[in-house]
C-alpha cells in the first residue's frame, strides 16, 4: 500500500474543491488519507456516505465540523 500516493492523490483533488460528499467503499488507508488532504486542504464541507445493509440505503456522516 502506497498511503503518501493516496494522501497526494487526494491531496490534488481537494485542491479543487471545498465540498464533497464521499461514498465510503470500506477502504480504510484510502478513506484515512482522504480526510487527512480535505483537513490540510481547508475543505469546509466534508459528508460521508456510508451503506447501510438493514435499509439498502445510504446514510450520511457530516465530518465537516472534524476538518
Known sequence: MDFLNHF???S???SKIKEC???VTGLTTLLTA???AAEKAGVE???LMHFDRESGKYLPQDVSALL
Open 8 to 10: 497526494t492523490v487526494a
Open 12 to 14: 490534488a483533488f481537494f
Open 21 to 23: 460528499t464521499l461514498y
Open 34 to 36: 482522504t480526510l487527512l
Open 45 to 47: 464541507s466534508l459528508v
